[in-house]
């Protein structure tokens, strides 16, 4: 990928930079991002250990015309998979290289949107006592949805918003408000919800991380025994929950992604593209 990087900034024959503000300019630009998006996609296929795994065929046509048509629209991109599939750590890799390449983004986890279920957890006496009692934390039911929606339509607008944050202690509390979450040029959303019915069509791409259960059943029980101190029996139970639930709540979404990628692909490799992206984005005469 680093050649393809070096090809396009240092070669003579580059074009004008369209005029963005002209739906001339903009066709332009959609037609020679269709070009480069398509260049990429073939550069992977013959990598080694490539990042998409699907391509949903109908994307790079749907994207381009929303450039074309909605310009002012906030870009938000919408990341989901199954527990420890590597979500978050992709969506942070896109913040922070974005970050240092001086783009505007914005991110926001679903996590926050989950219900305050502090009562129940006073009730049964602790969070685990409730997910025995069967409380079925990751349905789309247990989830503000509604407001995970006005909020995700107003940072499209460009409107800056309070989000909820729940707080991860056991506890249970969702504190109303709490986040200050920037309308930036890219607006990256992680978490299983994403792509749950009530907001899965807010997204202008949709992406599904993918990784093989037993690589996720490690780094959930590393994460929760050394990270969380949970105890091994406790961290199994979790697991068998989150498995199941994963298949009945997440895994539906993998119909709706414009992109699977694989969830352990190397994040060098991965930042490599973010930056070829940016590359061809930025790199007119």
């Known amino acids: 990928m680093q050649l393809l ?4 900034l240092n070669s003579k024959d580059k074009i004008l930079k369209p005029d963005f503000n002209s739906r001339t300019g903009r066709e332009l630009l959609a037609f020679y991002l269709q070009t480069k998006f398509k260049q990429i996609f073939a550069y992977d296929r013959k990598s080694s250990t490539p990042l998409f795994k699907e391509i949903n065929p109908s994307f790079i046509g749907h994207f381009t015309r929303r450039l074309i048509t909605n310009p002012h629209k906030r870009i938000l991109i919408g990341i989901t998979g199954e527990s420890a599939s590597g979500k978050s ?6 913040k922070n290289l974005i970050e240092q390449l001086s783009m505007p983004v914005s991110v ?18 602790s969070f685990d006592n409730v997910r025995d009692n069967g409380y079925d934390i990751d349905a789309p039911e247990n989830f503000q949805l509604s407001l995970l929606r006005k909020d995700l339509l107003s940072l499209s607008e460009g409107k800056n918003i309070k989000a909820p944050r729940y707080v991860p202690n056991g506890t249970g509390v969702s504190i109303p408000e709490a986040l200050e979450v920037k309308s930036d040029k890219l607006i ?11 907001v899965k069509d807010v997204f202008d791409v949709k992406i599904y991380i993918e990784t093989e259960n037993e690589i996720r059943r490690r780094r959930f029980m590393r994460r929760a025994t050394q990270e969380r101190n949970q105890t ?3 961290a199994k139970k979790q697991w068998n929950y989150i498995f ?9 979404g993998r119909n709706y992604a414009d992109f699977i990628l694989d ?3 190397d ?10 992206i940016h590359t061809i984005t930025n790199n007119f005469q």
């Open 5 to 8: 990087i070096d090809k396009e």
């Open 89 to 94: 750590t992709i969506c942070h890799e896109i």
């Open 108 to 125: 926001l986890s679903t996590d926050n949107y989950f219900n305050d279920i502090s009562e129940l957890i006073k009730k049964y006496g």
């Open 188 to 198: 990256v959303v992680e978490g299983i919800a994403t792509m749950y019915e009530e």
């Open 232 to 234: 091994a029996e406790n």
């Open 244 to 252: 199941e639930a994963g298949q009945k709540y997440v895994q539906p």
């Open 263 to 265: 969830g352990n692909v």
């Open 267 to 276: 994040l060098n490799y991965f930042d490599k593209i973010l930056e070829y």
